[in-house]
């Protein structure tokens, strides 16, 4: 059984930073990607990696300010906030799927197969 367990989340003032992790079990070879969701809005592409790290995705609101890394031998990815916005309250999920594609492929929710419980992420202004 794949479960993905995220981690990391809080409050952090405008500027600030917060670092999230997902821990992975049940699965060793994967992409894994990053989604936020805010209360009556559809699921938010922010960044996915694939397995080697040589391939990685940004939505172009966060790009330079998020990034998406991971270690396979803790079977966990991480992704680094760094000047947070208010804008980027939301939960945040972690979720894992098999292959790569293109970025509108990849930013598609349906294209990802496991997802964690997701962690709350509040920015104050």
């Known amino acids: 059984q794949v479960q993905l367990v995220e981690s990391g989340g809080g409050l952090a003032q405008a500027g600030g930073s917060l670092r999230l992790s997902c821990a992975v079990s049940?699965?060793?070879?994967?992409?894994m990607g990053w989604f936020r969701q805010t209360p009556g809005k559809e699921r938010e592409f922010v960044a996915a990696i694939t397995y080697s790290s040589l391939n990685i995705y940004y939505a172009n609101s966060v790009k330079g300010r998020f990034t998406i890394s991971r270690d396979n031998a803790k079977n966990t990815g991480y992704l680094q906030m760094n000047s947070l916005k208010p804008e980027d309250t939301a939960v945040y999920y972690c979720?894992?799927?098999?292959?790569?594609?293109?970025?509108?492929?990849?930013?598609?929710?349906?294209?990802?197969?496991?997802w964690g419980q997701g962690t709350q992420v509040t920015v104050s202004s």
């Open positions: 979720a894992e799927a098999p292959g790569w594609g293109t970025l509108a492929e990849m930013a598609v929710p349906t294209r990802w197969r496991s």
């Open positions: 049940g699965r060793t070879f994967y992409t």
